[in-house]
């Protein structure tokens, strides 16, 4: 029988391995998944709101175990990770609070003595899910679905398997029926007849480029929904009158938050010349402090990356723009010590044609791309295929508005650092996919507008 196994990124340990699921196992987890379908989407909203707060109580309760599952598998910080399970537990109460209000009926004035819109679950929905935030994907995505009444099934990042067990034991703790959330321990081999099978009625992607287009392919050809939330190159644009010690405060925070293996954090740090010298001298000052060391001790500042591929990759670009000119300020080297850690790097004067400039750099590698002027910096911030998250430094909150507004991606904040929460939808444009998440948006993405007449 196949088997996955999850190794300790900071070490390149083997942790355990697990069987993948054979043939008659997934048809099993599809059955039950079917059969339990019509029970879950007639219980009331009242019911469910129940569930998502014991779910969120069930969170709080296994903080400590489930962030340290975390930072074994995919190498986290545990801070970190302990932040990742508090915010899942607030999604879960923002969703009991808010799901009854976004699923009510909306009225709508026509011809008819009565006419409206009610909202119904489209059936089973197949979650892929990447490793980087192997709770919170996966809850961003599972909870607004499960409020409004449909099932989910979960094909996790293979390097993650005991978080993906872990999470179906989580809805089964916190009393949620049987087989409303199930994991499936299956490779990407498998994806594509569980997206074409009749049981299935929609798809939720958070991954690459190329497994967004395969997905996307394969639900099209079967004509099923799909939300996509793909790669991203986030610009993080410091005009001449940015608050410095605020910038580079969040410059630092943004780049290296999960080692720098995160969708929306900045990538592109597009910095106008005039104050380009004095944002890399601070923002150097502040990358060398980071400690490099156990993601489980909390003075470890800087933890590993998640696989070594990925670090292998990582490597090739920051080498690979070098060779064509960007300038290493510090870092660029893999550090002689286990595990699969690199050095927090900085690069200036990228230009375009350096894969630092024209591909998503999916690690602890600031890049800074120098401006010179405003116009030049909404040009460089627009000049890429992906457009997930930005952000703008300015002292002129009506400046950054418009600056924000000129901007091509799903969200931008204006002196505040891109990040997901439930309250504000989330998702991309371009090459960063489509749909949205979370807030009254992301419930409504898997769900029957249905208008009824009546007269």
């Known amino acids: 029988m196949a088997i996955i196994h999850a190794t300790n990124p900071a070490t390149g340990e ?12 997934v048809e099993a987890v599809l059955d039950n998944s079917a059969r339990s379908r019509s029970e879950w989407a007639s219980l009331s909203l009242d019911g469910r709101t129940v569930l998502l707060r014991s779910l969120a109580n069930v969170l709080r309760t296994q903080k400590k175990n489930l962030a340290e599952l975390i930072t074994s598998e995919m190498g986290k910080l545990i801070g970190e990770a302990q932040s990742e399970i508090d915010k899942c537990a607030w999604v879960c109460d923002y969703y009991a609070d808010k799901g009854q209000q976004f699923l009510a009926d909306t009225p709508i004035e026509s011809d008819a003595s009565y006419s409206y819109i009610a909202y119904q679950p489209l059936g089973t929905i197949l979650a892929i899910m990447p490793w980087n935030f192997p709770f919170w994907q996966v809850f961003r995505c599972a909870v607004p679905a499960l409020m409004a009444g449909n099932n989910i099934l979960l094909k996790h990042a293979s390097n993650v398997p005991g978080c993906a067990l872990a999470l179906e034991q989580l809805f089964q703790t916190a009393g949620f029926p049987s087989h409303i959330f199930s ?5 990407s081999n498998q994806v594509e007849a569980i997206i074409a099978d009749k049981r299935i ?30 790669g991203g190159s986030d610009a993080f644009v410091a005009l001449e009158d940015a608050d410095m010690d605020e910038t580079v405060m969040a410059a630092i925070q943004s780049r290296f938050l999960n080692s720098g293996q995160s969708c929306i954090a900045a990538k592109r740090f597009i910095v106008l010349n005039s104050v ?8 150097h000052m502040a990358i060398e402090k980071r400690q490099v060391g156990d993601p489980l001790n909390p003075e470890t500042t800087l933890a590993p990356m998640a696989r070594e591929d990925l670090r292998d990759i990582l490597h090739q670009q920051v080498s690979g723009s070098i060779d064509q000119g960007a300038v290493k300020v510090t870092g660029g080297k893999i550090p002689c010590r286990p595990g699969w850690f690199y050095a927090a790097t900085l690069l200036d004067h990228v230009k375009p044609g350096m894969p630092a400039y024209d591909e998503e750099v999916f690690g602890p590698v600031a890049v800074v791309i120098r401006a010179t002027d405003e116009q030049a910096a909404l040009r460089i911030a627009n000049d890429t295929r992906f457009g997930l998250g930005g952000s703008v430094w300015t002292k002129d909150a009506q ?3 418009n600056f924000a507004r000129a901007m091509d991606c799903g969200c931008v904040y204006v002196n505040g650092m891109v990040k997901s929460d439930p309250r504000l939808p989330f998702g991309g444009i371009k090459h ?3 749909g949205r998440e979370l807030s009254l948006l992301g419930i409504r993405e898997f769900m029957n507008a249905k208008t009824i007449w009546i007269k």
Do not use: M, N, P, W
């Open 14 to 25: 083997k942790i355990k391995c697990y069987d993948l699921f054979s043939h008659d196992a």
């Open 183 to 187: 994991s499936l321990l299956i490779s």
């Open 432 to 434: 960063s996919g489509y």
């Open 276 to 283: 380009a010298d004095e944002f890399i001298e601070r923002l």
């Open 399 to 401: 400046k950054g508005e």
């Open 201 to 230: 009625h929609a798809v939720s992607l958070t991954g690459s480029e190329k497994a967004g287009r395969s997905v996307a392919a394969t639900a099209g050809q079967y004509l099923k929904k799909t939300v996509l939330e793909l």
